[in-house]
């Protein structure tokens, strides 16, 4: 029978119960279900169901996040662009995030008027984010830090609480809002807030600078501080080296302040080296340009580590530490080193670290740490209005200045912009890649004192293109060179038969500078081939481009 309380056909027991109860039974069998009354029934039964809080939270947020992006670098992160205060902001999805369910929180409290356990937005949180991850429309992009260069058009992230940056095309600059139309900016606790610039400086601040910091090439070192503010492309990094009392902690810690300012006092901005791969991702994840001091040495694996960050590399992380699961991660970061006497002695990183040596400061000469602060305070905000004037008209003459020139260097974005920026400061066409490639040359010297392979093979080729000479023979040849030039003879082979091996570890050198080396094993006899039968012979080829072979046949 039809129990109208209970809303359904009741039997047996049931039917007993719902009589007891005093229910409005059909007794008499005069009411017919009909589909409307079957989907009435049910969405009744629905309606009195208690909703699950996460299912409500997932939905109240799902439309309040403007913008969502799975990082372009690491896909397994993603980023949302909300609202808070009356401005836009950019959150982390991650239920370890204290951010993200602070957000969800507050927001679903004031909207909602109901309040819910940090464990339940966490768990709205984590869905939100799975569902982002396994879309396959969802949009992957680039995630910024501090700077974007995108589309012609420069932001800078000052750090503003109200979330306001700096956009730089070629005809203005302006302070505009963040928003789901702005590149997809993230904070992390390394991103301190920046002064205001001034677009109107007074007189040359980045000249009062370089002169309080005594810089060694200074015309370079601007340049290459303006450089540093262009995303998204390569640029070497930064080489401070000098004694004690020198000043490299405090420039190196001003020269950050500048770019991306991780806190208001020196010690803020500058970090040891960390050890292996997964720290130095760590630490290079939390800022746009790290500094680091004290380094005193440079083994093979750092300096690579170093290049891949420079020119954009991928890294191998562990997505935890109890399983084997791996993801990779790419980063492109602008870096600055500084040390005593630190020797970069591969030819990767030689060729894309500018050094600047700084010269102890004589004890008349000497400033006290408030005089430096107070003069760096004082110029910051006509340096940075400078630098951002200087950025805006490189971006209205860098298609003509790459017209300009041919000829670039191995890091070739550095050199079209690097002349770019110098022409913009006031400077002659074509002088800056004088300044840059000199400097790299005195690298390379410093490299060839740790191993002297190119200036021994020269020696053995003279003016010949290509020779073929017995291991022995080469052996002698370079062994004595390197004796009458005073190269270090202890990163030399101790013996013909270890020539293969030193050949093999400084392949990098041998081709930055077009010089090929193969082995083989003499078979033929004494009288034909002119080497003793059996032995070790080597070729050595100075390799001519054929680009190079045509400009040398057209005159060019």
Same mark, same amino acid.
């Given at each position: ?256 302040? $500048? +770019? ?6 020196? &010690? *803020?901005?500058? /970090?040891?080296?960390?050890?292996? !791969? @997964?720290? %130095? ?72 670290? $500018? +050094? ?6 004589? &004890? *008349?000469?000497? /400033?006290?740490?408030?005089?430096? !602060? @107070?003069? %760096? ?180």
């Amino acid at each position: 029978m039809w129990c109208f309380n209970c809303k359904i056909d009741q039997k047996l027991d049931q039917l007993i119960l719902c009589k007891e109860l005093g229910h409005d039974i059909d007794s008499e069998g005069l009411f017919t279900i009909t589909n409307y009354d079957v989907n009435k029934m049910k969405e009744t039964t629905e309606e009195s169901k208690p909703k699950n809080p996460v299912t409500i939270l997932a939905k109240f947020a799902t439309p309040l996040m403007t913008k969502i992006i799975v990082s372009q670098s690491d896909n397994t992160r993603v980023f949302v662009v909300v609202k808070m205060n009356n401005h836009f902001e950019t959150i982390e999805l991650d239920k370890k995030n204290p951010k993200a369910y602070d957000w969800l929180r507050v927001t679903a409290f004031d909207t909602l008027k109901q309040m819910y356990s940090e464990e339940t937005c966490g768990n709205a949180i984590g869905f939100l984010r799975a569902k982002a991850l396994m879309k396959e429309e969802s949009k992957r992009d680039e995630i910024h830090l501090r700077v974007a260069y995108v589309n012609g058009e420069i932001y800078y992230d000052l750090g503003r609480p109200d979330w306001k940056i700096i956009k730089i095309t070629r005809d203005e600059i302006t302070l505009i809002d963040y928003s789901k139309d702005t590149p997809m900016f993230i904070r992390t606790p390394k991103i301190a807030q920046q002064v205001e610039p001034n677009f109107r400086p007074e007189g040359n601040p980045l000249d009062e600078y370089v002169k309080i910091c005594r810089m060694s090439n200074p015309e370079l070192y601007k340049v290459h501080l303006i450089s540093m503010f262009l995303a998204g492309m390569p640029m070497p990094a930064m080489g401070m080296r000098g004694h004690a009392g020198a000043s490299k902690s405090t420039t190196s810690s001003l020269t950050k302040r $500048i +770019i991306d300012p991780s806190g208001i006092k020196n &010690e *803020d901005n500058l /970090k040891s080296f960390p050890h292996g !791969e @997964d720290n %130095f991702v760590t630490s290079l994840y939390s800022s746009y340009f790290s500094g680091f001091e004290n380094i005193s040495y440079i083994d093979v694996e750092t300096s690579n580590m170093i290049c891949r960050a420079i020119t954009g590399g991928s890294f191998e992380k562990r997505a935890q530490y109890t399983n084997g699961d791996v993801y990779a991660i790419s980063l492109m970061r602008k870096i600055l080193i500084n040390g005593v006497d630190f020797t970069i002695s591969q030819s990767d990183l030689a060729d894309r670290t $500018i +050094i600047y040596e700084l010269e102890r400061i004589l &004890e *008349d000469h000497r /400033k006290t740490d408030k005089f430096i !602060e @107070d003069a %760096f305070q004082r110029l910051l905000p006509d340096l940075l209005g400078q630098i951002f004037l200087t950025l805006q008209k490189v971006l209205g003459t860098i298609n003509e200045v790459e017209k300009q020139n041919r000829i670039l260097p191995r890091m070739a974005s550095f050199g079209i912009y690097g002349e770019a920026i110098y022409q913009a400061l006031g400077h002659k066409q074509g002088k800056f890649l004088e300044l840059y490639n000199d400097s790299i040359k005195k690298n390379l010297e410093n490299l060839y004192d740790s191993n002297p392979i190119i200036p021994c093979l020269e020696y053995v080729l003279g003016d010949e293109n290509e020779r073929t000479i017995q291991a022995e023979n080469l052996y002698k040849q370079i062994t004595g060179f390197a004796t009458s030039e005073g190269y270090t003879t202890s990163k030399l082979p101790k013996a013909p038969n270890g020539l293969h091996n030193w050949f093999m570890r400084s392949k990098t050198l041998l081709d930055d500078n077009n010089i090929k080396v193969t082995k083989e094993i003499n078979k033929q006899s004494k009288a034909v081939s002119g080497f003793t039968p059996n032995a070790t012979i080597y070729n050595i080829k100075r390799i001519v481009s054929t680009q190079t072979a045509l400009d040398n046949e057209l005159g060019l």
